[in-house]
């Protein structure tokens, strides 16, 4: 499909790409405009117990995504500042460019909306925009809002303790902080997840209006029994305070604070100039809180990072039994010993000598004088 491709009406293509952490009702909200006409890129990833009701995640752009993360050592809820920068490039590097941009034009083909979801998406959005536009689409936001403090306890319930609280909660400062900033100017819309739970028609039109969308403008909860029943609200399993999660109170602090700025920006004329100042000043400040953080556990990161093998010192030889130094090489060894003489018997130990020493070194003596009994057998 050619940039300047135009649906039978003569309008733009759109494409809509919802945001938001890994367990904040990203695939609730992707699932429920794939009821209103727009289309998931099909196979989508497989529903579990983790998501009974379906992920509504292409399958395609997940391994793409992860893929490109496991590339440059990014998770999905990673919580250093300085990961964006290990990501930045991703965006220039034109054979990544046009593997998208090949995938996501032949979703085009015959479909004039689609909607892409996957919680790593935040970590690709100058890509997916840099691929958008080359394909003139129209692009919109849909950005899924869920307190932090139920976040972390649906992704410990459900993803395990391989990763603390107090840093999936710092992921989802930083991931929010970040896809904040990143989207701004752009059409866009904040859900909270609560108020989706709640009243679903009047958030789905609230982000229709927001997105310029008309289809998904004032629509009725009787004329849409399916979607109503797939927004249970008995699926809010893990509705929790900041009792229930183990954060330091100084990161309390601080999502506390953005979790009432970017709840704003939900709010009728909340996305507005004076948010965004505020917003930029706790990015600084998370910047500068996780700076500290890294400073202070210096010595536990040290202490769990690869070793290499240690430079090896001069050190003072001591006489074995039969009058050699320990110490000596293998080479010296093997010599002393009269098997480096000619003949077959020998080939295999010069063959052994190719070997670089820092490995020959590491043979064990018992293996060294096992093999020298068995070269002066052959050699007999």
């Keep these: 499909m050619s940039a300047d491709s135009r649906t039978n009406s003569g309008a733009r293509p759109r ?36 998501n ?6 292409p399958r395609w752009v997940v391994d793409f995504h992860s893929r490109l993360m ?11 500042p300085a990961a964006w920068e290990e990501m930045g490039g991703v965006a220039d590097d034109p054979e990544v460019f046009e593997e998208l941009r090949s995938w996501l034009a032949v979703q085009l083909v015959g479909r004039s909306k689609l909607v892409i979801k996957d919680p790593r998406i935040g970590w690709f959005l100058p890509l997916w ?36 609280d107090a840093s999936r909660a710092a992921a989802w400062l930083n991931m929010t902080l970040q896809t904040e900033s990143a989207t701004r100017g752009a059409r866009r819309a904040f859900i909270r997840y609560d108020d989706l739970l709640e009243d679903w028609p009047r958030e789905i039109s609230r982000t229709g ?9 004032g629509l009725e909860r009787s004329g849409y029994p399916a979607i109503d029943a797939f927004v249970d609200p008995a699926l809010r399993r893990s509705a929790a305070g900041w009792e229930e999660v183990a954060v330091p109170q100084p990161l309390q602090e601080l999502l506390d604070d953005v979790w009432s700025r970017v709840s704003g920006l939900a709010a009728p004329g909340g996305d507005n100039g004076e948010t965004h100042a505020a917003l930029d000043a706790s990015r600084a400040a998370y910047v500068e809180f996780y700076s500290g953080a890294e400073a202070i556990a210096q010595s536990s990161l040290t202490a769990v990072k690869p070793r290499g093998r240690p430079v ?13 130094g320990s110490k000596a090489s293998l080479r ?9 003489e000619g003949g077959l018997a020998g080939l295999p130990l010069r063959v052994a000598l190719l070997v670089p020493t820092r490995y020959r070194e590491r043979v064990p003596m018992p293996i060294v004088r096992a093999g ?4 002066r057998k052959l050699s007999r």
């Design 312 to 324: 090896a010192t001069a050190a003072p030889r001591t006489k074995s039994r039969n009058g050699r």
């Design 70 to 80: 496991r590339e440059r050592r990014v998770t999905v809820f990673d919580s250093r």
């Design 209 to 217: 209006e927001l997105l310029d969308l008309p289809s998904l403008v």
């Design 372 to 375: 020298l009994r068995i070269v």
């Design 129 to 164: 925009l840099s691929c958008a536009e080359a394909l003139g689409l129209e692009t919109g936001f849909a950005t899924m809002l869920r307190h932090p403090a139920e976040m972390v306890a649906s992704a410990r319930q459900w993803y395990g303790t391989w990763q603390n």
């Design 52 to 57: 009974p009701r379906g992920f509504s995640e």
């Design 332 to 340: 010296q060894r093997l010599t002393e010993g009269g098997v480096l």
């Design 15 to 50: 494409l809509v790409l919802v945001v938001g952490i890994g367990r904040s009702g990203t695939s609730l909200f992707t699932g429920m405009l794939g009821q209103l006409g727009f289309h998931v890129p099909q196979p989508e990833v497989r529903a579990d117990e983790t």
